[in-house]
Structures are given as structure tokens and as C-alpha cells.
Nanobody
Framework: VRLVESGGGLAQAGGSLTLSCVVS????????VGWFRQAPGKGREFVAS???????????DSGDFVKGRFTTFRNNSGNTMILQMHSLSPEDTAVYFC???????????????WGQGTQVTVSA
């Protein structure tokens, strides 16, 4: 199983970035996928997830800090998970990780498979 993130980089406060995660080695339609992040000196934090089963989304969740700023969706035909981030602030600076599991991915239930992470840095 391989998860590869891309799209990180430097943004100014108020700006936007879009992260992508391409997943291989699994039947993507049968897996929950999500995003976590880890800021310097802090623990890993849940961002958002989409849990997919039998051809439809049955559970989605996102962290409180998302507050309508971030949108996550999946492209099943491309085995890709997208995280669109808007109205970025310096507090969003972190390494963002893609995460997948055949079960559920949620705030307290990270999945078993992880990407290597992509750095997002937001300047004031």
C-alpha cells in the first residue's frame, strides 16, 4: 500500500493550497481516507476524512478548526484524495499526512496506512 501526497508549499495568510494524495496497492473504493496534520512540537491532529462503502459516502468528519475553510473529496477513478484549503493562517503550518484504512478514519481512529507527508507553511 502506498500513499503519496503532493501540493504542499508556501502560502501567505489568507491564501489557498490544494493537497493531493494518490493511493495505490488497495481497492480504493473499499477504503476510508483522510487527512491529519502535525505542527512543530505538537501531536498529530485530525483534519478531515471521507468514509466510503458500497459505492457511496456514509460518513464524513472534519476538525473544528476547519470551519468551512477546508474541503475534502475523493476521485475514485483516479484513486486520489483532495484537500482544498482556503483562508489559510500561520496556525495551519504543519506537515499534512494522508491516511487510509479499510475500516473507519476519524478524529480518534487514524487508519493503518500513512503517506510520508507534505509540508505546508503559511506566512503572516
Amino acid at each position: 500500500v502506498r500513499l503519496v501526497e503532493s501540493g504542499g508549499g508556501l502560502a501567505q495568510a489568507g491564501g489557498s493550497l490544494t493537497l493531493s494524495c494518490v493511493v495505490s496497492g488497495i481497492t480504493f473504493n473499499d477504503y476510508a481516507v483522510g487527512w491529519f496534520r502535525q505542527a512543530p512540537g505538537k501531536g498529530r491532529e485530525f483534519v478531515a476524512s471521507t468514509n466510503w462503502r458500497r459505492g457511496r459516502v456514509y460518513y464524513t468528519d472534519s476538525g473544528d478548526f476547519v470551519k468551512g475553510r477546508f474541503t475534502t473529496f475523493r476521485n475514485n477513478s483516479g484513486n486520489t484524495m483532495i484537500l482544498q484549503m482556503h483562508s489559510l493562517s500561520p496556525e495551519d503550518t504543519a506537515v499534512y499526512f494522508c491516511n487510509a484504512d479499510p475500516g473507519v478514519v476519524g478524529p480518534t481512529t487514524p487508519g493503518r496506512y500513512w503517506g510520508q507527508g507534505t509540508q505546508v507553511t503559511v506566512s503572516a
